[in-house]
């Protein structure tokens, strides 16, 4: 199969598309953990966090779907509900302190 140009270019742009919903999210969750719990969420801290949820090091609280989940994990003596996506192994979003996990609206398709 001969794929023309066009094809190629529109490939292209649908992986550009994926890797900025990325960029976007991580800003977000950056921006996230400094507003709700003063934490500079790095790069390097932000992939201990990850490990911790790949390692079942958290607790799963809930599942969204097949790839977006939460959970609490502990942090600094913290315990802070997080929001887990699979397919991009990133973090979506931390959730305010003493939020109700049942309140979706909180975290639903926000960034998902």
């Not at 550009?16 to 003063?38: A, M, T």
């Not at 397919?87 to 931390?94: A, D, G, Q």
Request: glycine letters at 2%; aromatic letters at 8%.
């Amino acid at each position: 199969m001969v794929m023309t140009m066009m094809t190629k270019d529109i490939i292209n742009m649908s992986k550009n598309k994926k890797r900025q919903k990325s960029k976007d999210v991580l800003r977000h969750v950056k921006s996230s953990f400094y507003k709700r719990y003063n934490i500079d969420l790095t790069d390097e801290l932000h992939r201990e966090l990850v490990m911790k949820i790949q390692n079942n090091e958290g607790k799963l609280i809930d599942k969204q779907s097949n790839r977006v989940s939460a959970w609490e994990i502990e942090y600094n003596d913290k315990t802070m509900t997080v929001i887990y996506d699979k397919m991009r192994n990133m973090l979506v979003t931390v959730l305010p302190e003493g939020a109700d996990i049942n309140d979706r609206y909180l975290y639903d398709n926000k960034f998902c």
